[in-house]
């Protein structure tokens, strides 16, 4: 990259920094931006920049808003005594895509994965537990993927979770491909799922 001007060079390394952009990857599109207008590179850095300093953490949920609580959480309309676990944002977002969804969310954060270090200290489980005891929650769907890490945490949170007498457990429906994630499955494939949910 020695033969790259510096300012290309430190494009290249920030892109190189995102997940699943290589080297070349990075390359086109450092060089498709040196095509654009002016204009729209500045609309480009603004949108990063706003990115940095209008995005916050719902107080609530976990998700990421520019209102403090989120949109879904300030909604009169939605039932609080419902709350949907999710591993993170972009599974949020999958399920709200559906429109089928009526009550609110709780974003972990992750899931637990020994292997990658994550344990349940380490996600918003904590949380959770204090919302449910303050919202007086009836029902809860574990909506976390069908992999390893995700079935691990759906033992952990059942377990955790069965101390609450009166919360139904649910997860989604076994009709999500074994090894996908919620972000990528059609709306048809999750909507069945949130209808198909079943007791733990």
Known sequence: MAYYPDSIKN????????????????????????????????????????LRDKITVCRSCLNFTENDPCLICSDKRRDRQLICIVAKPQDLFALEKTSEYVGVYHVLGGVIDPIEGITPEDLKIRELVNRIKLDRVTEIILALNSDMSGETTILYLTKLLKQFKDVKITRLAQGLPIGSDLEYVDQVTLSNALRGRREL
């Open 11 to 50: 494009l290249l390394d920030q892109f190189s920094r995102l997940p699943g952009i290589g080297p070349k990857t990075a390359e086109r599109l450092v060089f498709f931006l040196l095509k654009q207008p002016k204009e729209d590179l500045a609309r480009f850095g603004m949108a990063l920049e706003h």
